[in-house]
């Protein structure tokens, strides 16, 4: 097959090159690397080729935004960057198929169990809906052209050396200064940045929703004890001590390193 792939120097997007792209012919697009250098949000590509398969794994995600301007990043990065990446399909080639990489952030939820692709879309956040207006845009263009669509909202990825908020809990720990909030009952669902690489090639013939997880939801002690070489147990405090902490750093502004909604989440 000939396969596009963006944000293929991201975290989901290298694991998706070393799996689902083997024994293809593969085109890469993101910023400083592959093939086509391009900032989506800032101009519309033109392709050289035909691709039987667009994955569009390039998005922004794993900031908190504390600034308007932040806040509209979202929108620029995930929803323009969407609309001209379809735009230059639609000028040079159409894709066969066409895969979108979404979040479960979609949802707006902040707890909930068995939450399936059939639950509203409820986002309130920048994030949130960034994605949802992204995902609308790419089933109305898939189907406007008969193009086969697939959508993946994906929860916690895990993997080795992540971003975000993973990524900085495992810094934490290795520097020796982490801490569980309210016993770190909270649990989530993470799924493996390798199992989504490898869902890519069962999922693109057939297209739809889905919500990916490896049915895994350990809870943040367990997740902490997981991660330490040492297999150390950490302190905790309680949930209204990390919630003044919070409310704290709302005050403050940009110059506290926690706030209410990194406490949310």
Same mark, same amino acid.
């Given at each position: 097959?000939?396969i596009l792939l963006?944000?293929?120097?991201?975290?989901?997007?290298k694991a998706?090159?070393?799996?689902s792209?083997?024994?293809?012919n593969?085109?890469t697009?993101s $910023?400083?690397? &592959?093939?086509?250098?391009?900032s989506l949000e800032?101009?519309i590509?033109? *392709?050289e080729? @035909?691709f !039987?398969?667009?994955i569009?794994?390039?998005?922004k995600a794993h900031v908190?935004p504390?600034t308007e301007l932040?806040?509209k990043?979202?929108y620029d990065v995930?929803?323009?960057?969407?609309?001209?990446l379809?735009k230059?399909?639609?000028?040079t080639?159409?894709p066969k198929?066409?895969?979108?990489?979404?979040?479960?952030?979609?949802y707006?939820?902040?707890v909930?169990?068995?939450i399936n692709?059939?639950?509203?879309l409820?986002?309130s956040?920048?994030?949130?809906?960034?994605?949802?207006?992204?995902?609308?845009?790419?089933l109305?263009?898939c189907?406007?052209h008969?193009?086969?669509c697939t959508i993946?909202r994906?929860?916690?990825?895990?993997?080795? $050396?992540?971003p &975000?908020n993973l990524?900085a809990?495992i810094?934490?720990i290795?520097k020796? *200064?982490?801490? @569980?909030i !309210?016993?770190?009952?909270a649990?989530?669902?993470m799924?493996l940045v390798?199992?989504?690489a490898?869902?890519i090639?069962?999922?693109?013939?057939s297209?739809?929703?889905?919500n990916?997880?490896d049915?895994?939801?350990p809870?943040?002690?367990?997740?902490s004890l997981?991660?330490?070489s040492?297999?150390?147990?950490?302190?905790s405090?309680?949930?209204?001590v990390?919630?003044?902490?919070g409310?704290?750093?709302n005050v403050?502004?940009e110059?506290?390193?926690?706030?209410?909604?990194k406490?949310?989440k």
């Open positions: 097959m000939d963006t944000g293929a120097n991201g975290f989901l997007g998706i090159l070393d799996d792209c083997k024994n293809h593969v085109k697009l $910023r400083t690397f &592959g093939d086509y250098k391009i800032k101009q590509p033109v *392709f080729e @035909n !039987d398969l667009v569009h794994a390039a998005g908190v504390k932040q806040k990043e979202f995930n929803v323009l960057g969407t609309l001209n379809i230059g399909l639609e000028n080639f159409l198929q066409f895969i979108f990489i979404s979040s479960v952030s979609v707006g939820q902040d909930g169990q068995d692709e059939e639950f509203p409820l986002a956040d920048a994030y949130g809906l960034s994605k949802i207006e992204s995902e609308k845009a790419v109305d263009w189907k406007k008969k193009i086969i993946l994906l929860p916690l990825l895990v993997g080795k $050396r992540p &975000g990524g809990m810094k934490a290795d020796g *200064f982490y801490f @569980n !309210d016993k770190g009952r649990r989530k669902s799924v390798e199992d989504v490898s869902f090639s069962i999922c693109a013939n297209g739809g929703i889905y990916l997880t049915d895994i939801h809870n943040f002690n367990e997740l997981a991660l330490s040492k297999g150390n147990h950490y302190l405090i309680p949930l209204w990390a919630k003044t902490i409310e704290v750093g403050l502004g110059r506290a390193p926690i706030n209410s909604l406490v949310k």
